[in-house]
């Protein structure tokens, strides 16, 4: 029992960065496309957001990392919406261009040295007896869940995966929502980064 029990918890640490980037690629698979960038941005947010703390604090830190995921998948949306570049291609090269921006952000050398409390509490930390990031990773799939069945997001997300034409002529705004959705899997890999960050230190 010990041994599940031990088992349990390490999966229970490991999980929920896959888990966030699952919400997001949940919204961009609805609506028909992909997003394979959304490792190479995990990597970017971790180590813009170890940095940031190092210099600004906890606070900065967090929302820097976030904001990288954001305007990533910002990006990945207005390049497959507006430039009419397949979600396959436009996302590959977002992978290799986050990918190559954590290097070159980092000089190729590991970010470490982080000496605050609360971004250990973020990675290793319980609450309730569970760990903080499970939480944060159920937190992720509750909005998801309520933004695709609850809002128009969710509608629209729906029908334009399924008939992007009639939905188009509906008189939905097809490329702002497409810009959404991205953005959506932006902000899930940008959680997901910090988190990681925070777990490895």
Same mark, same amino acid.
């Given at each position: 029992?010990?041994?599940?029990?031990?088992?349990?918890?390490?999966m $229970?640490?490991?999980s929920? &960065?896959?888990?966030? +980037?699952?919400w997001?690629?949940t919204?961009?698979?609805?609506? *028909?496309?992909? =997003? +394979?960038s959304?490792?190479?941005?995990? %990597?970017?947010v971790?180590?813009?957001?170890?940095?940031?703390?190092?210099?600004?604090? &906890?606070v900065?830190?967090?929302l820097?990392g976030?904001?990288?995921g954001?305007?990533?998948?910002?990006?990945?949306g207005w390049v497959v919406?507006?430039l009419?570049?397949? *979600?396959?291609?436009a996302?590959l090269?977002?992978?290799s261009? %986050? /990918?190559?921006? %954590?290097?070159? &952000?980092?000089?190729?050398?590991?970010?470490?040295?982080? /000496?605050? =409390?609360? &971004?250990?509490?973020?990675?290793?930390g319980?609450? @309730?007896?569970?760990?903080?990031?499970v939480?944060?990773? *159920?937190?992720g799939?509750v +909005?998801t869940y309520?933004?695709?069945? /609850?809002?128009?997001?969710?509608l629209?997300?729906?029908?334009i995966?399924g008939n992007?034409? $009639?939905t188009?002529?509906?008189?939905?705004p097809i =490329?702002?929502?497409?810009?959404?959705?991205?953005?959506?899997?932006?902000?899930m890999?940008?959680?997901?980064?910090? @988190?990681l %960050?925070a /777990?490895?230190?």
């Open positions: 029992p010990e041994g599940i029990k031990m088992n349990f918890l390490k $229970a640490f490991v929920p &960065f896959v888990a966030l +980037l699952a997001g690629q919204a961009v698979i609805l609506s *028909a496309g992909i =997003d +394979l959304v490792g190479s941005i995990v %990597a970017l971790s180590v813009v957001s170890a940095t940031v703390i190092l210099q600004q604090g &906890f900065a830190g967090i820097a976030v904001l990288v954001v305007v990533c998948g910002l990006f990945n919406a507006k009419r570049v397949p *979600a396959f291609v996302t090269g977002m992978m261009i %986050a /990918r190559g921006a %954590a290097f070159t &952000f980092t000089g190729g050398v590991p970010v470490f040295g982080i /000496r605050s =409390d609360a &971004f250990t509490y973020l990675g290793h319980f609450f @309730l007896g569970i760990p903080v990031n939480w944060i990773a *159920a937190g799939f +909005l309520l933004l695709l069945t /609850r809002t128009k997001f969710g629209y997300t729906y029908a995966g992007e034409t $009639a188009k002529w509906a008189g939905v =490329d702002r929502y497409k810009i959404y959705i991205f953005t959506f899997s932006g902000l890999a940008g959680i997901a980064g910090v @988190l %960050a /777990r490895v230190n």
